[in-house]
């Protein structure tokens, strides 16, 4: 998958305003029912036996951005957040404002100033690492050595959620603006299982504005 750039991308959300519309480009208003609907869709697996139940300590937030996931879910489910974004004017908004309350009463651990395609986290710290909307950016083979390195960073009985626009036509589509692509279900599970994850648990949000990418979440391990 050669069309995305790292460059290109990374000179794209340079330019974007660090806040939540400037996330969600212009769809902040969506934020309470995405957050809300990833707290039923995790907790309903962390509270219901699948062999062994999650550990609500230690979650990771890939492609943080300002914080708003963590802010508005991972937080309200886990004791405690690392955030993984390589913007680092939107780790400066999430540590001095938008997570300031969050940081001073110690429930943010680490700020990881880098891309998903070079971060490489602490062995097994974590019991959940989450990615939403942000995996359209590393190519086929970046996100699958991505999940690798993932796998190393979980808990015993930890497990990887992934949240992502998907392609209903069949096909991989290129975005040139922030040089993002958008795969069909079939081609992001094909990296899930390259990695060697299996899937857990999938689901669809529902309730988004007619026009938008269909949403898929995912529970791997």
């Not at 998903?116 to 990615?131: C, E, G, H, K, T």
């Amino acid at each position: 998958m050669d069309q995305i750039s790292y460059e290109k991308a990374a000179n794209y959300w340079n330019k974007i305003d660090a806040s939540v519309e400037g996330m969600l480009g212009g769809f902040g208003s969506l934020t309470d029912l995405d957050c809300a609907t990833s707290i039923r869709f995790i907790t309903e697996y962390a509270t219901t036996p699948h062999g062994s139940s999650l550990s609500l300590d230690y979650a990771c937030d890939c492609g943080a951005g300002i914080g708003r996931v963590s802010k508005h879910f991972l937080l309200n489910v886990f004791k405690k957040v690392d955030l993984v974004e390589q913007n680092p004017l939107f780790l400066k908004e999430a540590e001095e404002s938008y997570l300031k309350d969050e940081v001073l009463s110690g429930r943010v651990g680490q700020f990881f100033p880098v891309g998903l395609q070079d971060f490489v986290a602490v062995d097994q710290r974590y019991d959940l690492i989450w990615s939403q909307w942000v995996l359209g950016h590393l190519t086929d083979d970046d996100l699958v050595a991505f999940f690798i390195r993932c796998k190393s960073s979980l808990k015993p009985n930890g497990i990887i959620g992934v949240k992502e626009n998907i392609c209903a036509r069949g096909v991989v589509e290129l975005d040139d603006q922030d040089s993002s692509v958008t795969r069909p279900a079939k081609v992001l599970e094909a990296c899930f299982e390259r990695a060697g994850l299996t899937i857990l648990k999938k689901s669809v949000q529902t309730g988004f504005p007619k026009g938008l990418y269909p949403v898929n979440m995912y529970i791997l391990q």
